[in-house]
């Protein structure tokens, strides 16, 4: 029989990616030797972590070097943070069913916004949480097209005397867009109180049901859209997305000001570096930075704030765009990307639930 300081002593060999030992980080709820054989517990952070599987193999390839190839190994069990009532934001029954509000925002246009938005959307319903996109990008909306829904239009139901949107479901993921209510190829041109009030209806008329997460994509920079949104419901948290570039970085920083400004008063979660680097197809292994090299890791550390991922310029990112199939459908590496970069979110919006009260709507004169 090994005792438990000697079972302990083999485990500090087990190394969490990117981490320290298991036994350093607190992970090791019990090690013990019975009759049966070895027993070990792991407790981890995530809900569903994503190494969990290569921890267990670890633990038991560390412990058969140790003492021996026939050592009886009774099991080896991972468990998640324990249940605990999520807070929720405060909306004004706006959308009551909806836990947490995630606002993708970027201080300028065309570093791929929208694209993350609606990838970390799918993930996060592949990995089992109810997920919603709205796509407030109202002048620009990209969302039907990334969906392959072009040709969809939602269905209303009444609720007394509300009429309620469903939202257009895919890939798990409940959609709703200015899209599908105007013609593919006509420019929408409203004044702002138009456009916010469209925003509104999209909100608090929306069939959302109970949701996780609602992703909001937002338009780049900061408009009355921005405002809409955080006057009519408490958001969660903000995502801004940047590529390395420094003339990105800088409306990036724009981005981070509005949402930390004492007035909005809303968390930013996280940077996501996109068009972090180019990997052609037939040199898989190289990396050229074609818009400079880790901008926005440098930005998250100088202004103490997470860097969530960094994506990498690839063909299939853009022609899953353009085919209506994104590329977090898919269990290659760049799926993989996504899937980590949508966990890295659910974490940080779960410390962000645990440590700060909840978002209160925005009062702006």
Known sequence: MYSHQQIIEV?????????????????????????????????TERPKDPVASSLKHACVKSLKDAFGPDTEISSVEIKGPEPRVKTKPLTDDLIPGVKNIIAIASGKGGVGKSTIAVNVAVALARRGYATGLLDADIFGPSAPKMFDTENERPHVRKEGEKDMVIPVDKYGVKVLSVGYFVSQDDAVVWRGPLASNFLKQLLGQGDWGELDYLIVDLPPGTSDI????????????AVIVSTPQKVALADAIKGISMFSNEKINVPVLGLVENMSWFTPAELPDNKYYIFGKEGCKKLAEDMNIPLLGQIPVIQSICESGDSGLPVAMHD???????????????????ERNREQDPTQKVQVN
């Open 11 to 43: 485990l500090k060999k087990v190394k969490y990616p990117g981490k320290e030992d298991i036994v350093t980080l607190g992970m090791v709820e019990k090690a013990e030797h019975t009759s049966e054989g070895i027993v070990i517990i792991l407790k």
């Open 226 to 237: 921005h405002l809409t949104l955080v006057q009519s419901v408490g958001v969660t948290g």
């Open 332 to 350: 290659d590496a760049i799926g993989k990307a996504f899937e980590k970069l949508a966990l890295e979110l659910v974490d940080k919006t779960e």
